[in-house]
């Protein structure tokens, strides 16, 4: 892309930008939170990409200058630090001008979210539940490497161990945005531990990952939710079976997508807290209610651009574990590592990383950048 036009497409974003900072001191604009939330996420996005701006308009200044001091000037010593101020400035100029090509990419507006995250055993029995709590371990430990707080909010157990299904939130910076590329079907090919021929299973786990809905996101008539509470179950000590701390609601909805009213049935028994069970409880339903109200521009999406990389599809096989090879293969980038300890212990950035760089690629060549 020429200089000159890459230029012009950044035309008019400092004036907005300078907008967007006097709006989100207006004290009109922040007791509307809505509009003050898009404001200040419009505003973030826009400084990531003046800034990038202003490094790319220094770097074209550099070069300018540089070629007129090696064009115009005596002083050799002169002309040899232009050389390399040029050099180095024009090696610069592809890595930010790519840099810039991929903020212009319109963000999802999710991606920033915090999310909440859905384990369920699939096909294979007990060692599906197993590969359940060996998913769960994966993102726990990847949580943990990337700073993000984790609440487990509903869980069931497997038989022998492992998960039939687990719901958690991830809470920090970009949540939703690193998160979502793991929905889908996890493949896992291995000898289970009750296998005594040594032959290899395959069985699977279902991973949904969800933005997590802010309050202003739904609607909710609180009024209207029905509240019960019960003994909650399993380890803890004395107040186990003797404090009604476990909540469950049920809430009529109306799905706006069918026009079919549903009633939604939720439990929480995380804490010994009924007031945060409660809350957390909300919480999940405003999540749960957002999900299905979003579907339709998800829906939407999928229609105009069929991407490989993040469709979203709860029902696509995505990854496949096969550890007797220690081999990882992730199948909508043809990605393929042998490091299944590792990745098994949270280390999974890199594949992670591997789907941006696909998605980026794809979006940017459908905006023709």
């Known amino acids: 892309m020429a200089d000159n036009t890459l230029l012009e497409r950044l035309d008019g974003l400092d004036g907005r930008f300078e907008e967007i900072s006097t709006l989100i001191t207006d004290p009109a604009v922040i007791a509307d939170q809505k509009r003050y939330v898009k404001l200040t996420k419009e505003y973030h996005d826009l400084e990531e990409i003046i800034k990038a701006k202003n490094r790319y308009s220094s770097l074209l200044d550099t070069i300018k200058e540089s070629k007129e001091i090696i064009a115009t000037e005596n002083d050799e010593e002169l002309r040899a630090m232009a050389r390399e101020e040029l050099d180095t400035a024009t090696a610069r100029l592809p890595e930010v001008e790519e840099e810039i090509k991929v903020l212009l990419i319109p963000a999802d507006p ?26 769960f371990r994966m993102y726990q430990k990847y949580a943990e490497s990337k700073g993000w707080q984790l609440s487990v909010s509903s869980v069931s157990e497997g038989a022998s161990g492992g998960f039939k299904e687990i719901v958690f939130n991830l809470t920090g910076e970009g949540v939703y945005g690193t998160m979502k590329y793991e929905s889908g079907v996890h493949r896992v090919q291995r000898v289970p531990a009750t296998e005594t021929q040594g032959r290899v299973h395959t069985s699977a786990a279902t991973v949904a990952v969800l933005p997590e809905a802010e309050e202003f996101d739904v609607e909710i008539h609180e009024g209207e939710i029905k509240w019960d509470t019960f003994r909650s179950g399993g380890a803890g000590g004395q107040n186990v079976n003797k404090v009604e701390s476990g909540v469950r609601l ?5 799905n706006p997508n069918t026009g079919v009213v549903e009633e939604i049935l939720i439990e929480c028994t995380e804490t010994r807290d009924q007031p945060k069970n409660k809350e957390r409880a909300l919480s999940r339903l405003r999540t749960f209610i957002y999900d299905k109200e979003h579907q339709k521009y998800l829906d939407d999406i999928a229609s105009r651009r069929k991407t490989m990389v993040s469709t979203g599809d709860r029902s696509a096989k995505i990854r496949t574990y096969n550890y007797p090879q220690g081999r990882i293969t992730d199948h909508r980038i043809n990605y393929t590592i042998y490091n299944l300890s590792a990745f098994m212990d949270g280390d999974i950035q890199g594949c992670i990383d591997q789907l941006i760089v696909a998605e980026n690629a794809e979006k940017l060549k459908e905006a023709e950048l």
């Open 110 to 135: 999710d991606d920033a979210k915090n999310a909440v995250v859905e384990i369920r055993g699939g096909t294979g029995g007990d060692e599906a539940a197993l590969f359940a709590g060996d998913l």
């Open 250 to 254: 049920r809430y009529n909805w109306k």
